[in-house]
């Protein structure tokens, strides 16, 4: 009876431990069934967010605040003139607060020319300095009376509350002369002179093609008629001829 008893039990634990397992075996495979797909949801989030982050830097980047001299940041005045000192800028996240200010870069040392916020409230620290900007991004100044010891390099610098102060700067320079240098126009009238003859050449050779080809055409009209008018005399003579012929032969009743 008892090996019976060992028996059956055994059997019994056996087959729980089967059940057990395929309990926990369909349990896991709906485990993981249920939870792959929240693993992928969650990287697909992570994606979407880093992809968020990055595109929100780069138009944090590009329409940020930026600062600029125009295209040609140099110019060139003659001594004791006036000179326009050309800044602007601009922001697609939108202004609020500006500073701005303009700065003279005496060897290495920066002396400040003009500095203002927005509302303009500028205060100048040269009599010769005048601000014309507005405040739609033109931020210039004028030099009045230049000298040479003006000449150098002028750094516009504006910072933006809006974007957390960020700043950002240009560079004009200046440069003072006793007189502007006189541009040799010789080449350009040179390459001027041969294009105007080149083409009034080409415009000579159209026309008396055009003329020619015009005669010729005439011609060819005159030889038309004349073969036609020739050809109708012919006929003409070729037909009274005949008639007389005929006449002739006729016998009399």
């Not at 507005?134 to 974007?163: M, V």
């Not at 541009?183 to 020619?212: E, F, H, P, Y």
């Not at 038309?224 to 109708?232: D, F, Y």
Request: hydrophobic share 40%; proline share 2%.
């Amino acid at each position: 009876m008892s090996s019976q008893n060992r028996k059956a039990g055994g059997a019994k634990f056996l087959h729980l431990s089967r059940r057990e397992l395929a309990t926990d075996t369909s349990a896991c495979m709906h485990t993981n069934a249920v939870c792959a797909p929240s693993k992928c949801n969650v990287i697909l989030r992570t994606f979407l967010i880093l992809i968020f982050f990055f595109f929100l830097t780069g138009v944090w980047h590009v329409g940020g605040l930026e600062v600029t001299t125009g295209k040609v940041s140099m110019t060139e005045a003659i001594n004791g003139s006036t000179v326009l000192l050309p800044c602007s800028y601009m922001s697609c996240i939108g202004i609020r607060n500006l500073y701005f200010r303009w700065e003279y870069n005496d060897n290495g040392t920066l002396l400040k020319v003009q500095h203002a916020h927005t509302p303009p409230k500028v205060e100048i620290f040269h009599s010769r300095v005048e601000f014309v900007g507005s405040s739609r991004g033109n931020i210039s100044i004028l030099l009045k009376n230049i000298t040479f010891e003006d000449a150098g390099d002028y750094i516009c610098f504006a910072r933006n509350q809006k974007e957390k102060n960020r700043n950002h700067s240009a560079t004009f320079t200046l440069k003072v002369v006793d007189q502007l240098k006189e541009v040799d126009n010789t080449l350009t009238v040179i390459i001027v002179s041969v294009l105007g003859g080149v083409i009034g050449l080409v415009i000579i050779v159209m026309v008396i093609k055009a003329l020619v080809v015009h005669f010729l055409l005439k011609d060819d009209e005159k030889n038309k008629e004349c073969l036609v008018s020739s050809s109708g005399n012919d006929n003409t003579e070729n037909g009274l001829s005949g008639a007389k012929a005929d006449n002739k032969g006729t016998p009399k009743a």
